[in-house]
């Protein structure tokens, strides 16, 4: 219990970790969190070593999405945690954080606006609350797995 405790302040405590690059790029949160350059480094990953992901009946629903079948791109934090990341046909993302039996699931526009959330834990929904802190914790984390990523 406190090892989860632990790992999710963690991710959340990369907020303030932050390099200075990005929060210059983006000091009131109203530019794009990811680079188009970032955005399509991580696509390009993702059409090459994406596997198939069912993301199961229930996250598809909560979320509005039409498929439950999505092309995902995965990768693990320091801790083991598994970050995961979709591009949808509209434009839009979906991340994924998911730490021991929980998974929390952001939904977000083409514009990087959280549009729903859902966390899962033994199969079973509940709310996230404050989705948009756990949103950004995604992007920041994918912005720095892109810079990794040769051009």
Request: hydrophobic share 50%.
């Amino acid at each position: 219990m406190m090892a989860r405790r632990l790992a999710a302040l963690a991710v959340l405590a990369l907020l303030a970790f932050v390099p200075a690059g990005l929060r210059a790029q983006n000091p009131a949160g109203n530019e794009a969190p990811l680079s188009q350059i970032q955005l399509k480094k991580i696509n390009d990953f993702l059409a090459a070593r994406g596997r198939d992901q069912d993301i199961g009946e229930v996250v598809s629903k909560k979320l509005g999405l039409s498929t439950k079948v999505i092309k995902q791109l995965a990768i693990k934090d320091r801790a083991g945690n598994v970050h995961a990341y979709h591009l949808l046909p509209n434009g839009g993302m979906l991340f994924a954080f998911i730490i021991d039996t929980t998974a929390y699931n952001y939904r977000l526009d083409p514009n990087f606006k959280v549009i729903a959330s859902v966390a899962m834990t033994d199969n079973a929904p509940s709310e996230v609350k404050e989705p948009e802190t756990g949103a950004r914790a995604e992007l920041v984390i994918w912005a720095r797995f892109a810079d990794q990523l040769e051009p």
